[in-house]
């Protein structure tokens, strides 16, 4: 099953612009992670942030955090052709800490 | 450091015959994990191992097998390989105990099962 649900499912822009990405889920989390994969590669962590942290930046990455609405969205500011990729969320619940991957959003930047 | 590692990086099976994907880390990790990803589907947990010597299903652990050799080594098998286990493979590394913490990826394994 699903836990997180990102949106747009794509999204296209020009270089330079910023691009946000959202992600809704529908149970409590522990933490809310974001991942990028490049097309025929593996993923790769971008982010953390649990859920008592409302904002988390790692260069020109911003995510925010709001549990009362149960979503979350990733920033990505002043955006580069290499930002193409698919971006993911994963949710990490329960007491085992399970971990729930999202469908992915398609990014494509042009130059 | 080569991180996650994963052999072999293509495979073509035909339906019935058997086959072991393997993975290793160079990170010191304790948990590591196999995952399967299929179109529109994105990535479902097959089996994870949280620390040497322990294994536990995932989301879609029927049809497959896993061995955790050693700290390094988490291994996928396909015991009698079906056209529905085409998929792009990934194994993943963590060093939190469980699922909840950031995991390192392979560059996966695309298997088609004909």
């Known amino acids: 099953s699903q836990q997180g649900e990102e949106d747009p499912q794509a999204l296209s822009i020009q270089e330079g612009e910023n691009a946000t990405m959202n992600c809704s889920y529908k149970?409590?989390?522990?933490?809310l992670q974001w991942y990028r994969q490049n097309s025929g590669r593996g993923l790769v962590h971008l982010i953390l942030?649990?859920?008592?942290?409302r904002e988390k930046h790692s260069g020109r990455l911003r995510v925010t955090l709001d549990t009362s609405k149960k979503s979350s969205s990733l920033l990505i500011t002043a955006s580069r052709a290499a930002d193409t990729a698919s971006y993911f969320c994963?949710?990490?619940?329960?007491?085992?800490?399970?971990?729930?991957f999202g469908k992915g959003i398609t990014l494509s930047v042009r130059p | 450091n080569a991180g996650v590692t994963q052999t072999p990086k293509f495979q073509v099976l035909k339906t019935g015959q058997s086959m072991t994907l393997q993975c290793a880390q160079d990170?010191?990790?304790?948990?590591m994990y196999w995952y399967r990803q299929d179109p529109g589907m994105g990535l479902r947990l097959i089996y994870y191992?949280?620390?040497?010597?322990?294994?536990d299903k995932g989301e879609v652990p029927n049809g497959y097998n896993v061995s955790r050799l050693n700290k390094r080594e988490f291994s996928l098998r396909l015991e009698s390989a079906a056209p529905s286990q085409t998929s792009v493979y990934f194994c993943?590394?963590?060093?939190?105990?469980?699922?909840?913490?950031?995991?390192?990826f392979g560059p996966g394994t695309r298997l088609t099962v004909t």
């Open positions: 993943a590394s963590s060093e939190f105990r469980g699922q909840g913490g950031e995991q390192y």
């Open positions: 149970t409590s989390i522990n933490n």
């Open positions: 942030i649990r859920s008592n942290e």
């Open positions: 994963a949710t990490v619940s329960g007491a085992n800490s399970k971990l729930t």
């Open positions: 990170m010191n990790h304790n948990s």
């Open positions: 191992s949280a620390s040497e010597g322990t294994t």
